[in-house]
């Protein structure tokens, strides 16, 4: 059984709009990660959080929002689509949130029209 | 920030051949270094990590090394196999926060020819 889980698996949007990005996880760790991976750039980190609280946030921009309505939910939700989105998103998952031992669930592939 | 960089891009080897592949930091205060595999359409698997009390770590096949004062490490793969094929990540983490991302270096495409 997937331990880490990403819905959907593809995702088609047109520009300008909106999605949610869905990562759970049943490894019964307490720190979450969202990662974009994209031709440009090959992993890319983008946010942390331990135990619900957002630690790190490396994206530019507020168009990218997490959510966590629980503790091994971590949500991204993604506004104002542009093309240069497309890439594939990572959400993964570590016991603590030391960085150490992070488990990468299978990715969202979005493609922004 | 930390920045990682990683050679070489592209490995080509024969079967039962090492193949090695090296990654630098930037910053001293980096204290965690994973490799993880990416095979085509599948996320990146954690293969191995090191952290820096240590210097050699083994494991199936697999040696990592660091070199704390050169900041720089590597991974070698011993007796290839056409299954080691994939690209290969190397990353560095050295917060000393919850939630410590990781910073990846650009990846190595590794191909063993039978």
């Known amino acids: 059984d997937p331990k880490i889980i990403q819905k959907p698996k593809y995702l088609v949007a047109v520009t300008g709009s909106e999605k949610i990005l869905i990562c759970e996880q049943y490894?019964?760790?307490?720190?979450m990660y969202w990662y974009r991976q994209s031709a440009k750039k090959p992993l890319e980190f983008m946010f942390s959080y331990s135990y619900q609280k957002l630690m790190d946030n490396q994206t530019a921009s507020s168009r990218f929002q997490p959510q966590s309505s629980k503790k091994n939910h971590l949500d991204l939700q993604i506004t104002a689509l542009k093309p240069d989105d497309s890439a594939t998103y990572f959400c993964a998952s570590s016991q603590d949130g030391w960085g150490a031992g992070q488990y990468f669930g299978p990715g969202t592939r979005l493609t922004v029209l | 920030g930390e920045q990682v960089e990683q050679l070489p891009s592209i490995l080509r080897v024969q079967e039962g051949s090492s193949a090695s592949i090296n990654c630098t930091y930037e910053n001293s205060a980096s204290n965690y270094f994973p490799w993880y595999k990416q095979e085509p359409g599948e996320n990146p698997k954690l293969i191995i990590d090191?952290?820096?009390?240590?210097e050699r770590k083994q494991t199936q096949g697999l040696i990592v090394l660091l070199d704390k004062k050169a900041k720089r490490f590597s991974l070698h793969i011993t007796d290839t196999q056409p299954g080691d094929s994939a690209m290969y990540f190397c990353a560095a983490s050295g917060d000393n926060n919850a939630g410590a991302k990781l910073t990846f270096g650009g990846g190595t495409r590794l191909t063993v020819r039978p």
């Open positions: 490894l019964g760790h307490n720190a």
């Open positions: 090191i952290r820096s009390n240590m």
